[in-house]
């Protein structure tokens, strides 16, 4: 009874102090009228309320209280858990059956990262370390939100007052239960055979390590610890960058599967890393670029792939010099055999201290080229490399429509670009642009570009783009084209493009005829240099009438025209260029 009545009491003095505050309330208000001031708001469920609200998430929110882990997700930091819906965990029913209490916790744990994640705060990937200890791989695109490579958001961002939920359509797994169930990754079965500290430690730095773990199928070529090793007494380790790190690894990872098996005698395949490498096999033997030896191959990957161990490191070409970028690609096999033979050029291309561009032919260009001159001497060859290298980094965008270019021989080249074709001397196609190494870039092309020296007359005439008209009107003359084409000796006053137009301007009505008699005009049948001009000196052409030198402050003219490019010498004559087009004597009369 006391306790009955001192409850009454209580209710009593609680009714008349509420009284007294609505009298005192009323009394301070103009209108009489009491205001009860906001209604409160309802405070935000947490974690463990919202789940436990929601019917998709009953196995889930099972588990949790069975565990006694729903006061994990009531605390006061902020949790993202990715929750797997009913379904997910129906499609696993029989295995979590068979699991203790400590690996259902497990599992769980992997679920939660700490922190809250909005899907609009994720980038296009990333790691995120979950509360048991391991990494999960998260995914978003246009398409949606994958953890793993297999689970899907299915519902984003439903807040709580400590956090955020995404529900999930496939339960994660960690390492232990995932490989139980669907066998290694390339990660784990690297882990199990040892000798891949070294590639595992890179892999973790750059944050590779779940992209090997979950997607795929890829073909991994992986270098031994003792591979590394050998790397790292010439490359410092501590310099690079992860991103470099990133790039070399990618470099030895292929999308899809590859065994031996598949292997053609060369292929050229294409990496994550974007860039290609270069695989031959001969008997029963596998090489990557050239260099690297595959040692042991076709270690399968049950769950995303396939490894082949090598003993050297891969590196792409912004590690390399161009030297190096030639070297990998079995396309440049005889180009590279030539430049090893000469120290002297092999050591100037590999120094990263200077900028080069190399114009490489193919071996099928240089087979054809060696095959019509089987008598060239070394000195000739090393000529020829010579023509093919620039002493600057010359890459396919900073291209004009036309330029001519030094090389390290002294001599020019002539590039024409058209339609994103490049060309090179008229006669050589750039098949590969771009391939950047770190002093410089290297060009493949399939034709060996020749110097004068090595050409006739016509073929100076050929390689030059601001000839092209000259070239255009000698080549619709069989009998002119042959004759400057064989033997002799020739000298050739080359009228540019900008000449030939101002004269078949100001004479449309030429015949064919006309066009004959002015072009032989143009040609002396000896070969005659610069040196050896004299002011007032005339000679005759093949047309049979004269030509008249003049030399003075302004230089050398040919009857009216200027020369303004001399000496350039071929195997049957020289060239010279001219501003204007000269006329015999007979047609100006």
């Known amino acids: 009874m006391k306790s009955i009545n001192l409850t009454?009491?209580?209710?009593?003095?609680?009714?008349?102090?509420?009284?007294?505050?609505?009298?005192?309330?009323?009394?301070?208000?103009?209108?009489?009228?009491?205001?009860?001031?906001?209604?409160?708001?309802?405070?935000?469920?947490?974690?463990?309320?919202?789940?436990?609200?929601?019917?998709?998430?009953?196995?889930?929110?099972?588990?949790?209280?069975?565990?006694?882990?729903?006061g994990a997700l009531?605390?006061?930091?902020?949790?993202?858990?990715?929750?797997?819906?009913?379904?997910?965990?129906?499609?696993?029913?029989?295995?979590?059956?068979?699991?203790?209490d400590e690996d259902l916790q497990e599992i769980v744990l992997y679920h939660i990262t700490a922190g809250a994640i909005l899907s609009n705060q994720l980038e296009a990937s990333q790691d995120v370390e979950m509360v048991q200890g391991e990494r999960t791989l998260i995914q978003s695109n246009s398409s949606g939100v994958t953890i793993n490579g297999y689970s899907s958001v299915v519902e984003a961002d439903i807040?709580?007052?400590?956090?955020?939920?995404?529900?999930?359509?496939?339960?994660?797994?960690?390492?232990?239960?995932?490989v139980a169930l669907m066998g290694p990754s390339i990660v784990e079965v690297a882990q199990d055979a040892g000798g891949f500290e070294t590639l595992l430690t890179l892999a973790e730095q750059a944050g590779?390590?779940?992209?090997?773990?979950?997607?795929?199928?890829?073909?991994?070529?992986?270098?031994?610890?003792?591979?590394?090793?050998?790397?790292?007494?010439?490359?410092?380790?501590?310099?690079?960058?992860?991103?470099?790190?990133?790039?070399?690894?990618?470099?030895?990872?292929?999308?899809?599967?590859?065994?031996?098996?598949d292997l053609g005698p060369e292929q050229m395949v294409e990496t994550v890393a974007g860039e290609e490498?270069?695989?031959?096999?001969?008997?029963?033997?596998?090489?990557?670029?050239?260099?690297?030896?595959?040692?042991?191959?076709?270690?399968?990957?049950?769950?995303?792939?396939?490894?082949h161990v090598v003993d050297e490191v891969l590196l792409p070409n912004a590690?390399?010099?161009?030297?190096?970028?030639?070297?990998?690609?079995?396309?440049?096999?005889?180009?590279?055999?030539?430049?090893?033979?000469?120290?002297?050029?092999?050591?100037?291309?590999?120094?990263?201290?200077?900028?080069?561009?190399?114009?490489?032919p193919n071996n099928d260009a240089f087979s054809d080229v060696l095959a019509e001159n089987p008598d060239l001497s070394?000195?000739?060859?090393?000529?020829?490399?010579?023509?093919?290298?620039?002493?600057?980094?010359?890459?396919?965008?900073?291209?004009?429509?036309?330029?001519?270019?030094?090389?390290?021989?002294?001599?020019?080249?002539?590039?024409?670009?058209?339609?994103?074709?490049?060309?090179?001397?008229?006669?050589?196609?750039?098949?590969?642009?771009?391939?950047?190494?770190?002093?410089?870039?290297?060009?493949?092309?399939?034709?060996?570009?020749?110097?004068?020296?090595?050409?006739?007359?016509?073929?100076?005439?050929?390689?030059?783009?601001?000839?092209?008209t000259l070239l255009s009107l000698v080549a619709d003359r069989p009998d002119i084209l042959d004759a400057l084409s064989g033997d002799g000796e020739f000298t050739v006053f080359a009228p540019t493009n900008e000449a030939f137009e101002a004269a078949l301007e100001a004479f449309p009505d030429l015949t064919d005829e006309q066009i004959t008699e002015i072009l032989t005009y143009h040609v002396l049948a000896a070969e005659v240099l610069s040196t050896d001009l004299t002011d007032g000196?005339?000679?005759?052409?093949?047309?049979?009438?004269?030509?008249?030198?003049?030399?003075n402050d302004d230089g050398v003219q040919i009857n009216n025209a200027n020369v303004i490019t001399v000496d350039l010498a071929g195997t049957n004559g020289v060239v010279h260029i001219i501003d204007a087009v000269i006329l015999p004597p007979s047609y100006t009369d």
């Open 8 to 70: 009454k009491y209580l209710a009593l003095l609680l009714a008349a102090f509420l009284s007294f505050g609505m009298l005192t309330a009323c009394s301070d208000d103009d209108n009489g009228v009491v205001d009860p001031g906001p209604d409160p708001q309802p405070e935000e469920p947490n974690l463990a309320e919202v789940a436990q609200s929601d019917d998709n998430f009953s196995i889930l929110v099972s588990i949790l209280v069975d565990l006694d882990l729903v």
């Open 74 to 100: 009531e605390g006061e930091d902020d949790l993202t858990v990715f929750a797997p819906t009913n379904a997910a965990f129906d499609e696993i029913e029989d295995a979590v059956g068979a699991l203790s």
């Open 159 to 178: 807040q709580a007052s400590n956090g955020v939920i995404h529900a999930i359509d496939q339960v994660l797994l960690p390492t232990e239960y995932r």
């Open 208 to 261: 590779l390590v779940t992209t090997l773990q979950f997607l795929g199928p890829f073909t991994t070529f992986a270098p031994t610890d003792n591979a590394f090793e050998n790397l790292f007494q010439n490359v410092d380790p501590a310099t690079l960058s992860d991103e470099q790190i990133t790039n070399v690894l990618l470099y030895h990872v292929l999308s899809g599967e590859t065994f031996s098996t």
């Open 277 to 307: 490498i270069y695989i031959t096999a001969e008997n029963g033997s596998v090489a990557v670029n050239g260099t690297s030896n595959v040692v042991t191959a076709d270690i399968d990957a049950p769950t995303n792939g396939v490894i």
């Open 319 to 360: 590690f390399t010099p161009v030297t190096g970028v030639v070297q990998k690609n079995y396309e440049l096999a005889t180009l590279l055999s030539l430049v090893a033979d000469r120290p002297d050029i092999l050591e100037m291309l590999s120094n990263p201290n200077d900028d080069f561009t190399i114009f490489a």
């Open 378 to 468: 070394e000195s000739q060859v090393t000529q020829v490399l010579a023509y093919h290298v620039l002493a600057a980094e010359v890459l396919s965008g900073n291209l004009e429509e036309t330029q001519t270019v030094e090389t390290l021989g002294g001599e020019d080249i002539y590039v024409t670009v058209e339609n994103g074709s490049v060309m090179i001397n008229n006669s050589a196609s750039v098949v590969t642009a771009d391939l950047q190494g770190n002093n410089g870039a290297v060009h493949i092309i399939d034709g060996v570009l020749l110097p004068n020296a090595f050409t006739p007359i016509t073929g100076i005439v050929a390689k030059n783009y601001n000839l092209s």
């Open 537 to 551: 000196q005339t000679a005759e052409t093949l047309q049979g009438e004269e030509i008249t030198v003049s030399i």
